[in-house]
């Protein structure tokens, strides 16, 4: 049988009001009163009953996080595992918790999120992977619903973290040039996803630079798509003789690639990509990649959640930059691999 407040109180000898202002933490229950009850609660191992206390506060103890993938497009992402464990750990150290909803169907997104606002089964919600004329952040703004994006508002006034990601693009592109590499290929994400838009703006700026000629091959997020892409890319002429890759994960299929097409890298094929996750080092040559400081990312991020949920922001919403650097490797750095 479920153990009450009622419960606590018979056995403390105080009324229930009492009861529940002592698990509220109100000084001004006396002292002995607060042992008493106190000491019941031990004894009987009671529980607060979370659903009663959101009812109360008006407050779910919950932070959301809506990602859009097919079934399994989460298999073994780095990026979103490493996200994953930064937030959980962040809240660990607060009255929250992580609701996660997986989104398969790019057309049911706004409903996720509308239903969201409908049901206030989160306090606040942090967003990843913004798009172009992003209806997401047009609905949580006009509602004025507690948010954070990790990513590009593109313009909007909204509280966002991110990285510099055009310059992000432009550097890691630039260190392949600078190698000696000249006929660099990107490999993309979909069109309209600002974090992939955003890199590839800064590597077509660095090809300008360079006097070289762009070649992006846009997909899907995720290992295959980059597997493909990179066997058309690899395939084609002129062949590329470097990879300007999205992410980690995404470069683990080019890799995969160029293995099939006998390419030995960096000798004859350097890549670069972003994340800098643990996958950089386990692979063969070692993943030359930008790191995003992605732990800051996330601290920052939801720093300002909180604040928002708790109303205590008086600034005007904006975007913070989180600086990013190069980490290369022997992917991209023939001298690297000869050593």
């Given amino acids: 049988m479920r153990v009450t407040q009622l419960d606590i109180a018979r056995a403390a000898k105080a009324s229930q009001a009492t009861v529940s202002r002592v698990l509220a933490g109100d000084v001004r229950v006396d002292?002995?009163?607060?042992?008493r009850v106190l000491k019941a609660v031990v004894e009987f191992n009671y529980r607060t009953d979370a659903r009663a206390r959101s009812l109360r506060t008006k407050s779910s103890g919950l932070i959301g996080l809506a990602i859009q993938r097919p079934h399994g497009g989460l298999d073994d992402d780095p990026f979103f595992t490493s996200l994953l464990s930064g937030i959980a750990d962040y809240l660990a150290e607060t009255d929250h918790r992580l609701c996660l909803e997986l989104i398969t169907d790019p057309e049911n997104q706004t409903d996720a999120y509308d239903e969201m606002l409908r049901s206030r089964r989160v306090?606040?919600?942090?967003?990843?992977?913004s798009e172009a004329q992003d209806r997401r952040l047009q609905l949580l703004h006009k509602d004025r619903f507690p948010f954070v994006l990790i990513g590009n508002p593109g313009g909007m006034p909204v509280w966002s973290v991110d990285n510099d990601n055009v310059y992000a693009g432009q550097m890691a592109t630039q260190h392949l040039i600078d190698e000696g590499f000249r006929k660099v290929h990107m490999i993309a994400g979909r069109r309209g996803v600002t974090v992939s838009d955003d890199r590839v703006l800064g590597y077509l700026r660095a090809c300008q630079s360079a006097e070289l000629e762009p070649k992006i091959w846009y997909g899907?997020?995720?290992y295959e798509a980059a597997q493909s892409a990179a066997a058309l890319a690899l395939s084609s002429e002129p062949s590329p003789d470097a990879f300007v890759v999205l992410d980690d994960f995404?470069?683990?299929g080019v890799l995969a690639a160029a293995r099939d097409a006998g390419r030995q890298i960096p000798m004859n094929l350097g890549v670069v990509s972003f994340n800098d996750s643990k996958l950089c080092g386990l692979t063969s040559p070692a993943l030359s990649s930008v790191s995003l400081n992605l732990e800051r990312l996330v601290r920052t991020a939801l720093d300002r959640l909180m604040s928002l949920i708790q109303d205590d922001?008086?600034?005007?919403p904006h975007r913070e930059i989180v600086p990013c650097v190069l980490k290369a490797r022997a992917s991209?750095?023939?001298e690297e691999w000869m050593r």
């Avoid at 306090?123 to 992977?129: K, T, Y």
């Avoid at 922001?313 to 005007?316: I, K, Q, Y």
């Fill in 31 to 35: 002292e002995q009163t607060r042992d």
């Fill in 123 to 129: 306090d606040g919600m942090i967003l990843v992977e």
């Fill in 220 to 222: 899907d997020f995720g």
């Fill in 250 to 252: 995404m470069a683990l």
């Fill in 313 to 316: 922001v008086d600034e005007t």
């Fill in 332 to 334: 991209s750095t023939c």
